[in-house]
């Protein structure tokens, strides 16, 4: 199972996220670096876990505030031959290939020669069902999450785990995500996980997210057959390093 550490940008800084709660959310205090620049950070995290994917979460973006577009396309810039998954709150495709031509026209290379954009579409802000599928035809490959609060699915697009007609608009990956989770060292939220992951149609991969603390909770989400779990707080406090393979 994969680690994909997590960046969440706010007001120009990585911040640490707890529990989905964000009016309270600070600039990072990371033991992997001194400061809460992103690029220093995104660094930290990529040789912390190993990865060579990137989630980015700009909650600027996402609380419909301004986008940090400037930071975005350093970021990619800066981070060649990395997957940066990016959910910036679209509530459509318009508004997905909106920003990202904004951050291709601020950023200083060639899209082949930067950090590959993939977008995220999470529930919380989606408005618009057919986003999925016309990113999927103009070949951005969309990941969705299913962001969950309070055991409830966020958002009214439709694209929860039933009935089955809604999940034939899942594409290829899927992010079961539990805000109450992240950053909370509770422990991950497999029942929500498994649920998606058996509500999902066949070639569909399921990703967690969310709540580990050690390498324990690394090997129980293994065990329940992601494919990857989303971690920010663990890496900043070293309580887990790299990749763990899942349990045969």
Same mark, same amino acid.
């Given at each position: 199972?994969?680690?994909?550490p997590?960046l969440d %940008?706010l007001?120009?800084?990585?911040?640490r996220?707890?529990r989905?709660?964000?009016a309270? !959310?600070?600039?990072?205090r990371?033991?992997?670096a001194?400061?809460?620049?992103p690029?220093?950070?995104?660094?930290?995290?990529?040789?912390?876990?190993g990865?060579?994917t %990137?989630?980015?979460?700009?909650?600027g973006?996402?609380?419909?505030q301004r986008?940090?577009v400037?930071?975005?396309?350093?970021?990619?810039?800066?981070?060649?031959g990395?997957?940066?998954?990016?959910d910036?709150?679209y509530?459509? !495709?318009?508004?997905?290939?909106? %920003?990202?031509?904004?951050?291709d026209?601020?950023?200083?290379l060639?899209?082949?020669?930067?950090?590959?954009?993939?977008?995220?579409?999470?529930t919380?802000?989606l408005?618009?069902?057919?986003? %999925?599928?016309?990113?999927?035809a103009a070949?951005?490959?969309p990941?969705?999450?299913l962001?969950?609060?309070a055991?409830?699915?966020?958002?009214?697009?439709?694209?929860?785990t039933?009935?089955?007609?809604?999940r034939?608009?899942?594409?290829?990956?899927?992010?079961a995500?539990?805000?109450?989770?992240?950053?909370? !060292?509770?422990g991950p939220?497999l029942?929500?996980?498994?649920?998606?992951?058996?509500a999902?149609p066949?070639?569909?991969d399921?990703? =967690?997210?969310?709540g580990?603390?050690?390498g324990?909770?690394?090997?129980?989400?293994?065990r329940?057959?992601?494919?990857?779990w989303?971690?920010?707080?663990?890496?900043?406090?070293r309580?887990? =390093?790299?990749p763990?393979?899942a349990?045969?």
């Amino acid at each position: 199972m994969q680690v994909i550490p997590v960046l969440d %940008l706010l007001d120009g800084h990585v911040v640490r996220a707890v529990r989905g709660e964000r009016a309270a !959310y600070l600039p990072i205090r990371s033991s992997l670096a001194a400061t809460s620049e992103p690029l220093d950070i995104a660094r930290a995290l990529l040789a912390a876990s190993g990865a060579r994917t %990137l989630y980015i979460a700009d909650l600027g973006a996402i609380q419909q505030q301004r986008p940090h577009v400037a930071t975005l396309a350093a970021l990619r810039a800066a981070l060649p031959g990395v997957d940066i998954w990016l959910d910036a709150g679209y509530a459509d !495709y318009a508004s997905m290939l909106a %920003l990202f031509a904004r951050i291709d026209a601020s950023g200083p290379l060639a899209p082949p020669l930067a950090a590959t954009l993939v977008p995220v579409f999470g529930t919380e802000s989606l408005q618009d069902i057919h986003a %999925l599928r016309a990113a999927e035809a103009a070949g951005f490959a969309p990941i969705l999450s299913l962001d969950h609060r309070a055991g409830q699915l966020l958002g009214t697009t439709g694209v929860g785990t039933s009935p089955q007609p809604a999940r034939s608009w899942w594409p290829r990956k899927v992010i079961a995500m539990t805000l109450d989770q992240v950053g909370s !060292y509770d422990g991950p939220d497999l029942a929500t996980f498994e649920r998606i992951r058996a509500a999902a149609p066949a070639g569909t991969d399921v990703i =967690g997210a969310g709540g580990i603390r050690n390498g324990d909770d690394m090997a129980a989400a293994a065990r329940t057959g992601a494919l990857a779990w989303l971690v920010a707080s663990a890496l900043h406090d070293r309580r887990i =390093g790299s990749p763990i393979a899942a349990s045969t």
